[in-house]
């Protein structure tokens, strides 16, 4: 059992440039989301999802993008990366219900 | 705003040494509150709390909540190095959304 699975584990980018971090999980979790960690400010929420078809914003959804078109699936997408997004992303998910987050191993991110 | 606050924000002790974690929070709709370990990666869970007054427990880890007067606290006894991490204290909601506090990080010297 995989669990949560995130690609790539590092990532280099320009300003200016786009990508694509993947998320996927085998846990048929119906809740998923994108988090950004930076230095002091703990885990802050970016964009979620509870079920295919549908997104919303968190906490700091700015420059990202969500689309969830299958269950096992959650792509992010940094639309034009700045050095401000320069950060550790986490995905994870949850079951449906009062049930813990599950999270994959973190893409680190390097906007120069 | 959905606030979540933990203290101290850094500790250092020797093994042996028993702590306690605190976290406070403000959430509108509370469901639970939950703990995780954070090492080199992904955090991991520890517990989650949903009653006041209820203490869990793991091996040297235990954890209780206080709803009326919104807080947790985490406790570890006879810490070891293997107990040096950040831990993470997260209040959800019946939107199904996580707040993260900051974290604690603590350290464990030999």
């Known amino acids: 059992n995989a669990g949560v699975t995130q690609t790539p584990k590092f990532q280099v980018l320009k300003t200016g440039q786009s990508m694509t971090l993947q998320c996927a999980q085998d846990m048929n979790h119906e809740y998923m989301s994108w988090y950004r960690q930076d230095p002091g400010m703990g885990l802050r929420l970016i964009h979620y999802?509870?079920?295919?078809?549908?997104?919303d914003q968190g906490e700091v959804p700015n420059g990202y993008n969500v689309s969830r078109s299958t269950t096992e699936d959650f792509p992010l997408r940094l639309l034009s990366a700045a050095p401000s997004q320069t950060s550790v992303y986490f995905c994870?998910?949850?079951?449906?219900?009062?049930?813990?987050?599950?999270f994959g191993n973190g893409t680190r991110l390097t906007v120069t | 705003e959905d606030k979540v606050v933990q203290s101290p924000l850094s500790l250092v002790v020797h093994e042996g040494d028993t702590v306690t974690l605190n976290c406070s929070y403000e959430v509108t709709n509370f469901r639970s509150l939950l703990w995780y370990k954070q090492e080199k990666k992904a955090p991991t869970f520890l517990f989650m709390l949903?009653?006041?007054?209820i203490e869990k427990k793991s091996g040297r880890l235990s954890s209780i909540l206080d709803k009326k007067e919104l807080f947790s606290i985490l406790n570890i006894t006879a810490t070891q190095t293997g107990d040096s991490a950040v831990y993470l204290c997260a209040v959800a909601n019946y939107g199904q959304n996580f707040v993260f506090g900051p974290g604690t990080r603590l350290s464990v010297l030999p």
């Open positions: 999802s509870v079920g295919a078809g549908i997104t």
């Open positions: 949903t009653s006041s007054g």
């Open positions: 994870a998910s949850s079951s449906r219900g009062n049930s813990p987050l599950h």
